[in-house]
Structures are given as C-alpha cells and as structure tokens.
C-alpha cells in the first residue's frame, strides 16, 4: 500500500530509508496537503527505469511496423542475437 508522509518527516532520514527499503514502494511526500515529490529505493528506480526503457523500444518498434517496416523473423533475430553476444 503506498505511503504519504509530509515533508516534515523527512528530517528523520534513517526511518524514511528504513520504509523504502521495507516496503520496495514509492513514498509520497506532500508540502502543504499536495504532492510534493516521490522517494524510493534505488533498486526499485533502476527496475522502473529499465521497464520504461523497454516499453519505449516496444512503442518505437510498433510505430515503425504501423509505417510500413519490414520486420525480422523472431528465428532470424534471435539467431543474430545469439551470435552477437556468444562474443562477449
């Protein structure tokens, strides 16, 4: 369940530190009954960034496709896939 904390509490850094790393939810922050900002755990950004990352690559491949783009066959790509990082 998400967590509402006024910007008062965040004098207290070691509890706000504490629930972020419990819960592995954002916490809002409110200044004067609004939000104000969010605060999470840099595990749980890092996983929503990536997510965002591939959604927007999704988004991108989907838009070139409605355009008119010539997609690879999923045999073809996950071949050249397999070549490219068998290197590393």
Same mark, same amino acid.
């Given at each position: 369940?998400?967590? %509402?904390?006024?910007? /008062?509490?965040?004098? &207290?850094?070691?509890? %706000?530190?504490?629930?972020?790393?419990?819960?592995?939810?954002? %916490?809002?922050?409110?200044?004067?009954?609004?939000?104000?900002?969010?605060?999470? &755990?840099?595990?749980?950004?890092?996983?929503?960034?990536? /997510?965002?990352?591939?959604?927007?690559?999704?988004?991108?491949?989907?838009?070139?496709?409605?355009?008119?783009?010539?997609?690879?066959?999923?045999?073809?790509?996950?071949?050249?896939? /397999?070549?490219?990082?068998?290197?590393?």
């Amino acid at each position: 369940m998400a967590q %509402i904390i006024p910007i /008062r509490d965040l004098k &207290n850094t070691s509890a %706000i530190s504490e629930m972020c790393n419990a819960t592995k939810e954002p %916490i809002f922050v409110t200044k004067n009954g609004y939000g104000d900002m969010v605060l999470m &755990n840099m595990d749980v950004y890092n996983q929503t960034m990536a /997510r965002l990352f591939v959604y927007d690559k999704l988004k991108e491949a989907e838009d070139e496709l409605k355009n008119g783009a010539q997609g690879t066959p999923a045999n073809e790509f996950m071949t050249n896939l /397999r070549a490219q990082y068998e290197k590393l």
